[in-house]
């Protein structure tokens, strides 16, 4: 599968963001998404995550960082997965990155459960 990030741009801060991620090449619907984010000097690091199963619906996962500021959703008609970034932060600085996970690990935060991932879009946050 191949994703396509875009969104990312110069905010100041308490701004808004909308990242998406436009998956192509398999049944999106199948894969469990997920956003990482990699600052500068930094390791990539867990953002949100949405699953989505016929016995437990749609879930979501959020980092303690940016609970209650991001939102992750998902649109399986246009196989695109969304993040919405309210109150950005200058700690919110990084590439960000979507992925897929195929085979429902479960393990959402981890980057290792991942097996498609999208080229990554920049969101500066600037004071």
């Known amino acids: 599968v191949q994703l396509q990030a875009s969104g990312g741009g110069l905010v100041q801060v308490g701004g808004s963001l909308r990242l998406s991620c436009v998956a192509s090449?398999?049944?999106?619907?199948?894969?469990?998404m997920g956003w990482f984010r990699q600052a500068p000097g930094k390791e990539r690091e867990f953002v949100a995550a949405i699953s989505q199963s016929s016995w437990s619906g749609v879930r979501t996962y959020y980092a303690d960082s940016v609970k209650g500021r991001f939102t992750i959703s998902r649109d399986n008609a246009k196989n695109t997965v969304s993040l919405q970034m309210n109150s950005l932060k200058p700690e919110d600085t990084a590439v960000y990155y979507c992925?897929?996970?195929?085979?429902?690990?479960?393990?959402?935060?981890?980057?290792?459960?991942?097996?498609?991932w999208g080229q990554g879009t920049l969101v500066t946050v600037s004071s």
């Open positions: 992925a897929a996970d195929e085979d429902g690990s479960g393990t959402y935060y981890s980057d290792s459960s991942y097996e498609y």
């Open positions: 090449g398999r049944t999106f619907s199948r894969f469990d």
